[in-house]
């Protein structure tokens, strides 16, 4: 006599332990101070701190940035969006580096 299989399987069955990847910018962190003196770097906990502070800041032009998509009652996020939500999260003269900065690098990579 056979021996038959009763391992049922489950349609749709999910993973329970998949994690959601993290974001980290460690790698631009470092890159960019490379660039500023290549003879300093960072401990690791340092870096964690700017990645935390990275990552916040992103998330806050991002929240911002949809405030004024859905108070223009528009769809899209686009570039005029994410420039008015950077001159209102980041202080003045901080801004007007980002803009110049971003629209340089917008011009570099078209």
């Not at 962190?29 to 770097?41: A, E, G, P, T, Y």
């Not at 003045?92 to 980002?98: P, Q």
């Given at each position: 006599?056979?021996?038959?299989?009763?391992?049922?399987?489950?349609?749709?069955?999910?993973?329970?332990?998949a994690?959601?990847?993290k974001?980290s910018?460690?790698?631009?962190i470092?890159?960019s101070?490379?660039?500023?003196?290549?003879?300093?770097?960072?401990s690791?906990?340092?870096v964690k701190?700017v990645?935390?502070?990275v990552n916040?800041?992103?998330?806050?032009?991002?929240?911002?940035a949809a405030?004024?998509?859905?108070?223009?009652?528009?769809r899209?996020?686009?570039?005029?969006?994410?420039?008015t939500?950077?001159?209102?999260?980041?202080?003045?003269?901080?801004?007007?580096h980002?803009m110049?900065?971003?629209?340089?690098?917008?011009?570099a990579?078209?």
């Amino acid at each position: 006599m056979a021996k038959t299989a009763t391992k049922s399987v489950s349609k749709g069955a999910k993973k329970t332990n998949a994690r959601k990847p993290k974001r980290s910018w460690s790698t631009y962190i470092k890159r960019s101070l490379k660039q500023v003196n290549k003879d300093l770097s960072l401990s690791g906990k340092s870096v964690k701190v700017v990645n935390s502070y990275v990552n916040d800041l992103f998330e806050r032009i991002a929240a911002e940035a949809a405030v004024l998509v859905r108070a223009n009652k528009k769809r899209t996020l686009g570039s005029a969006e994410i420039q008015t939500a950077v001159r209102l999260i980041l202080p003045a003269e901080l801004a007007k580096h980002a803009m110049a900065e971003g629209t340089k690098a917008v011009k570099a990579s078209a």
